[in-house]
């Protein structure tokens, strides 16, 4: 079974500043689909990036990119430009293309941005 | 709706009782998906909806649960003689699922279960 890890249950960073969110996964496919969903107090999942496994190129969304090593099983977010507003838990998730159609979730990190 | 609604978004039962947790998903999504959040923990998968079938419910924890999606729309998570450990955020996602690509899930914000 498909297994998401995320080491760090709690982070901080300065607002403006760069912060990096660690995620790792167990896959024996080939063709999956890797997501960072946020999480703020208000309990709405929020869909931030996604990286298709087939493609080299590292997604990026405005001042959110993902560092996607598939050999290493590593999946990584950066927040540039840290903002209040991104305080929130964060989720990384693996989805398997033709496989079970669930996102498998890790149990997430708390970010906090402080001002 | 432009949206996922869940309702109701708080409920607090007591130990025994049955709840109905309902989902209304975003018009012309053909899945649906019931995920159950404990504190602290990711949201880990329950059942999984395409049209009004369960296409996979092997996440649901015992006979207790079941949930129901009669006109392909709107569905409902029925939890029978609650106990204490149900207590979590209950989260509905849908998508308009596609035959190639990503399954990208659109979140409710869930509904809080307490059961004293």
């Known amino acids: 079974a498909q297994t998401v890890t995320q080491s760090q249950p709690e982070m901080s960073v300065q607002e403006a500043e760069t912060v990096t969110l660690s995620c790792t996964y167990d896959?024996?496919?080939?063709?999956?689909?890797l997501f960072w969903y946020k999480q703020p107090p208000s309990r709405q999942m929020i869909l931030v990036i996604r990286q298709e496994a087939y493609k080299q190129q590292n997604a990026t969304e405005n001042r959110f990119s993902v560092n996607f090593q598939k050999a290493a099983k590593s999946f990584s977010l950066k927040i540039s430009d840290s903002q209040l507003g991104d305080t929130a838990m964060y989720f990384c998730a693996y989805y398997h293309q033709g496989g079970s159609e669930k996102l498998v979730f890790g149990k997430g990190t708390k970010l906090t941005v402080n001002p | 709706g432009a949206g996922v609604s869940q309702t109701p978004s708080n409920k607090v039962t007591e130990k025994g009782k049955y709840v109905e947790l309902r989902c209304d998903p975003i018009s012309g999504h053909t899945a649906l998906y019931w995920y159950r959040q404990s504190l602290g923990q990711g949201p880990e998968f329950l059942i999984y909806?395409?049209?009004?079938?369960?296409?996979?419910d092997s996440g649901l924890p015992n006979d207790r649960f079941f949930a129901v999606r009669p006109e392909g729309s709107v569905s409902t998570l029925k939890i029978q003689r609650t106990e204490r450990g149900d207590s979590a955020v209950y989260l509905c996602?849908?998508?308009?699922?596609?035959?190639?690509?990503?399954?990208?899930?659109?979140f409710g914000a869930g509904s809080r279960l307490t059961v004293l």
């Open positions: 909806f395409q049209g009004t079938g369960a296409a996979d």
């Open positions: 896959t024996s496919e080939n063709n999956y689909y």
């Open positions: 996602a849908s998508s308009a699922r596609r035959s190639s690509g990503a399954n990208v899930l659109t």
